[in-house]
């Protein structure tokens, strides 16, 4: 089976090394976010139920907050609040709001790679094919068909590489576009919680 791979990658041509590149790049991508986000991108169900409930407890809200991981983006945002709250509430939105713009740096750091590769992977399959397809042609000459075997072999370097291209491109294009839609739900519930808190603080004032 491997021989048969490593035969099919031969049959690929030049560009399929860097396709192969493109591909563990993305997915070396997609694996550190997923570690990433279900480790500090992940609210607490019991945190979400204290901040819902109107017996609001400002001493379990820190003690919640603190068995978090420091880098948890949901104990960033909160600990903003909770050290601002004595402070006038346009401050404390104010620096909310700072805050929350840097977790969204944080959450979607190097997905610019994996968008670049959505597009990079299909152009680079394409040239592959340009690239098989004009070998298959120079080995017809005015004589006719010089070599059958090789067009053949051109053919199917040209069908490889588009191929790998596409796949490449569509697991990558899944993958941004899901981590695209958890990094604004987890802003839109920065946004969400961050204004219920913000309305217990009222309600002590």
Request: hydrophobic share 50%.
């Given at each position: 089976m491997l021989?048969?791979i490593?035969?099919?990658i031969?049959?690929g041509?030049i560009?399929?090394?860097p396709?192969?590149?493109?591909g563990?790049?993305?997915l070396?991508?997609i694996?550190d976010?997923?570690?990433f986000?279900?480790?500090?991108?992940?609210?607490p169900?019991?945190?979400?139920?204290?901040?819902?409930?109107?017996?609001?407890?400002?001493?379990n809200?820190?003690?919640n907050?603190k068995k978090?991981?420091?880098?948890?983006?949901?104990?960033?945002?909160?600990?903003?609040?909770l050290?601002n709250k004595k402070n006038?509430?346009?401050?404390?939105?104010?620096?909310?709001?700072?805050?929350?713009?840097q977790i969204e740096?944080?959450?979607?750091?190097?997905l610019?790679?994996?968008?670049?590769?959505?597009?990079?992977?299909?152009?680079l399959?394409?040239?592959?094919?340009?690239?098989?397809?004009?070998?298959?042609?120079r080995?017809?000459?005015?004589?006719?068909?010089?070599?059958?075997?090789?067009?053949?072999a051109?053919?199917a370097?040209a069908?490889?590489?588009?191929?790998?291209g596409i796949f490449i491109?569509?697991?990558s294009l899944?993958?941004?576009?899901y981590?695209s839609?958890f990094?604004?739900q987890t802003?839109?519930?920065?946004?969400?919680l961050?204004?219920?808190?913000i309305?217990?603080i009222?309600l002590?004032i």
């Amino acid at each position: 089976m491997l021989i048969k791979i490593l035969e099919t990658i031969n049959l690929g041509g030049i560009t399929i090394y860097p396709l192969i590149l493109l591909g563990i790049i993305a997915l070396a991508l997609i694996i550190d976010k997923i570690i990433f986000y279900k480790k500090f991108a992940i609210l607490p169900q019991n945190l979400l139920n204290l901040i819902e409930t109107y017996q609001f407890s400002w001493n379990n809200f820190e003690e919640n907050l603190k068995k978090l991981p420091q880098e948890n983006c949901y104990r960033r945002f909160f600990m903003v609040i909770l050290q601002n709250k004595k402070n006038p509430i346009w401050w404390l939105e104010s620096r909310a709001v700072d805050e929350a713009k840097q977790i969204e740096k944080s959450l979607t750091k190097n997905l610019w790679a994996l968008e670049t590769i959505v597009t990079a992977a299909p152009l680079l399959g394409l040239l592959g094919t340009i690239i098989g397809m004009m070998q298959a042609f120079r080995l017809i000459g005015n004589d006719g068909l010089l070599n059958p075997t090789g067009v053949t072999a051109g053919v199917a370097e040209a069908l490889i590489a588009t191929a790998l291209g596409i796949f490449i491109a569509l697991f990558s294009l899944f993958a941004f576009n899901y981590f695209s839609k958890f990094v604004d739900q987890t802003i839109e519930d920065l946004e969400r919680l961050g204004t219920k808190t913000i309305d217990h603080i009222k309600l002590d004032i």
